[in-house]
């Protein structure tokens, strides 16, 4: 019966980081960054103060890397399109100027980090690659139309 | 109603093309390794499966249509680049996936002493179907793109699970008699 108790604190916890901090966060693209930026580089564990404090840090962890692992299931298997729009909603809520948030990833690729370990490499590559063409579709929808300029 | 020297030549024939098409094959895959920047893990039995649906995401046509929208050459060229190696990655990692099993079963019939003669016959066609689409994929791939080899993509993914079940069924009977065998002994 011990795997079922402790998967009730690792539900509760993901319930609660759904609702308390994930459902905030404007679209998937956002709770994808988000969600990455809770992992340790060096360890590859996920941290969060709030929701190691209100469960415990095994449960919050493990919470962190379920949600993480399903955002990003998700975000891998929009078409381009839905992608595309996902990137306009992350760049109309960031406080950056979008042109600026562009070209930075576009040269720094920080994306790359916020694969979940474990992925599937063509998983990975397909969403990496799927980005790279959302970045620069965006930047090509910004370029005046040269018929009408 | 063939002959046998007529049927010997195509056998010939096939076996030559299955052996270009793989060799082929891992051709692309080392070339791919090197312009890909995700690392090709040695061992495919680590690997993380690729899910069904992702499978018919990679060849699916629908983005190709949505960046043809945008009318851009250097868009479409990026998309065509793009799109072609992670194409090539999962024949690639497919490829690797089928001869890990391949090994696996090498070393569970060595251990078995009464071999299914049609199981066995079943493995290895199931494989060398697999080994010879691997090729085609790769070869099409490289020349027209992924998205239009969607449905052999799709189905070298149902036959490589079908392979997967077939072995593990396969070892699964063989341990089961091993076991008989200990316990009446």
Redesign the interface.
């Known amino acids: 019966m011990t795997p079922s108790i402790k998967l009730v604190p690792v539900r509760a916890a993901y319930d609660d980081l759904l609702k308390r901090s994930l459902s905030k966060i404007s679209c998937d693209l956002a709770r994808l960054i988000y969600l990455a930026s809770t992992r340790d580089y060096n360890s590859g564990t996920y941290h969060h103060d709030g929701l190691s404090a209100r469960f415990s840090p095994g449960a919050a962890t493990k919470a962190l890397e379920i949600a993480h692992r399903e955002v990003f ?1 998700q975000l ?2 929009y ?3 839905e992608l595309v729009a996902q990137l306009q909603m992350y760049l109309d809520c960031s406080p950056e100027d979008p042109a600026e948030v562009l070209r930075t990833w576009q040269k720094l690729e920080p994306y790359r980090v916020a694969i979940p370990v ?9 969403f ?3 980005v ?2 959302a970045l ?2 965006w930047r ?2 910004q370029e005046p139309d040269p018929k009408h300029p | 109603m063939i002959g046998v020297p007529t049927a010997l030549l195509i056998g010939t024939i096939l076996l030559l093309a299955l052996l270009f098409l793989a060799t082929r094959g891992s051709a692309v895959a080392g070339s791919l390794s090197a312009k ?1 920047d ?4 040695e061992d495919a039995g680590e ?5 069904p ?2 499978v018919a ?2 060849f ?1 046509s ?2 190709w249509r ?2 043809a929208r ?1 009318n ?1 050459p ?2 479409e060229s ?2 065509r680049r ?2 072609k ?2 194409a090539l ?2 024949v690639q ?1 497919t490829s690797a996936a089928i001869q890990h099993i391949m090994r696996q079963h090498k070393e569970a019939s060595r251990q078995s002493d009464d071999l299914n003669f049609s199981t066995e016959t079943k493995i290895i066609l199931l494989y060398s179907q697999l080994l010879l689409i691997c090729g085609l994929l790769s070869v099409a791939i490289q020349a027209s793109g992924p998205q239009h080899v969607r449905g052999l993509a799709v189905y070298a993914d149902t036959l490589s699970h079908r392979l997967a079940e077939v072995e593990q069924g396969f070892r699964i009977a063989t341990t089961g008699r091993q076991l008989h065998n200990a316990g009446s002994s």
């Open positions: 299931h891998a298997g078409s381009l399109e474990e992925t599937n490499p063509a998983v990975a590559r397909l990496v690659s799927n790279k063409l620069a579709i090509h929808r | 890909s995700v690392s090709l893990l690997l993380a499966p690729c899910p649906e992702f995401r990679i699916d629908a983005d949505f960046v945008a851009s250097q868009l990026l998309f793009e799109r190696l992670v990655l999962w990692q």
